[in-house]
């Protein structure tokens, strides 16, 4: 017994010591005089940028890009052979001509020769109707005297079928004629309306041929430019039934600043086998009189005014995900994820329907793929839509 006790003892003594130890080293639970406590560090939460969504209304405008085209454009060909004998000054690639104007001549002393043969031919066929006509009236004459009755055994006794040979050869001589006469004229090459040079390949002293080609013409009157639009584009669009009398559109060039005003032209009513989209048909008249001048194969951003759209929501692009969705913030800086309905897709703005299904509360303007609904996140920067209530948004979206 002696001896259990004093193996208590011992254990008992040696407990002491260490906690004696632990308390003189590491302090007490209450922040005595040892060491002060670890200090509660705070629970963090993932930052957002948000948007807060203001619904109202707005004037759709569709953006869409296209080629500048003359609406008039020709090879120029001779239409007659020969040399070349004269070429206008200002037939040179570059310039302007007005219709009518003369570009260049070819030798037509082949042409006056064939228009006065056509002329004598012409003459000597009249000559011959005239005889066959006289000899049909006496011919008449000679049978009423006769006393016969009745008509000839033959139509060549009176002379009908020779009036009519002579007057076709007349008339076949007589189209001779306008032919050698058209030929002629052929031979100076005139502008046939209104035109830019583009390049030019006939030359003083060349001999052409019937269908050489001279020079490439574009028309100066009018430029237009096609623009395809996909079929979302076209809902925001008027009806062919409603279209404006004067649908101003407004260009942009891609390149530069500069800037025109033309107008809808005519819509395409087939839908293109390789874009899968349907075309809108923009014009600009006297292009190359405007200032700045609107150059033919300028790459052209086109903006069409569209519907007004009510009740819609205006958010940045970047808020809808691929899913076509977008995450908002509660009350309660949780996440909650929802479906968007698109409106339309403008440059770096979205607009959403606003059919009840979205709460009126912060939309996050970049989210992550990491994101979860139930999410707690802390509120960053906070924007205000762009678009007031009821009011029209006017100015001009960029694509970025």
């Avoid at 009519?164 to 031979?187: E, G, I, N, P």
Wanted: charged share 20%; with cysteine; hydrophobic share 40%.
């Amino acid at each position: 017994m002696k001896k259990i006790i004093k193996v208590q003892i011992a254990a008992t003594g040696v407990a002491a010591a260490c906690l004696f130890g632990a308390i003189s080293l590491g302090g007490n639970a209450e922040g005595g005089p040892g060491m002060p406590p670890a200090a509660t560090v705070p629970k963090s939460y993932p930052k957002v940028s948000t948007v807060q969504p203001v619904s109202g209304t707005f004037e759709a405008r569709i953006t869409g890009y296209g080629e500048v085209t003359p609406v008039q454009r020709l090879n120029l060909a001779a239409e007659v052979s020969g040399k070349v004998v004269s070429v206008a000054d200002a037939f040179k690639s570059g310039t302007q001509l007005k219709a009518g104007a003369v570009l260049l001549a070819i030798d037509d002393q082949p042409y006056r020769e064939a228009v006065a043969s056509a002329e004598s031919a012409l003459a000597a066929a009249e000559v011959t109707l005239l005889q066959q006509q006289l000899n049909r009236t006496q011919a008449k004459a000679e049978w009423q005297r006769s006393g016969l009755s009745g008509s000839p055994d033959s139509q060549l006794a009176l002379y009908e079928p020779q009036v009519k040979a002579a007057q076709a050869a007349v008339d076949h001589a007589r189209r001779t004629l306008q032919k050698a006469r058209s030929d002629l004229k052929k031979t100076v090459v005139r502008a046939p309306f209104n035109a830019l040079v583009v390049n030019r390949t006939a030359e003083l002293g060349s001999y052409v041929q019937t269908g050489t080609e001279l020079a490439a013409l574009y028309g100066t009157d009018q430029v237009e430019l096609t623009v395809p639009l996909s079929s979302t584009d076209w809902q925001n669009l008027p009806t062919a039934s409603t279209l404006p009398a004067n649908w101003a559109v407004t260009l942009h060039d891609t390149e530069s600043s500069q800037h025109w005003q033309g107008y809808v032209d005519r819509v395409a009513q087939h839908i293109d086998s390789n874009t899968r989209q349907r075309a809108l048909i923009v014009r600009v008249d006297t292009p190359l009189d405007l200032q700045p001048p609107l150059y033919p194969g300028t790459f052209i951003e086109a903006e069409i005014p569209g519907k007004t759209l009510t009740n819609v929501w205006q958010v940045p692009a970047s808020a809808i995900t691929r899913n076509n969705e977008i995450w908002q913030v509660d009350d309660n800086h949780l996440l909650t994820k929802q479906r968007a309905s698109v409106r339309l897709r403008m440059g770096d703005k979205v607009y959403l329907s606003d059919d009840g299904s979205l709460a009126a509360t912060p939309i996050v303007t970049t989210p992550l793929g990491s994101y979860l609904p139930g999410m707690k996140v802390t509120l960053g920067n906070v924007t205000v839509s762009e678009m007031a209530v009821s009011s029209t948004e006017s100015s001009r979206q960029v694509t970025p």
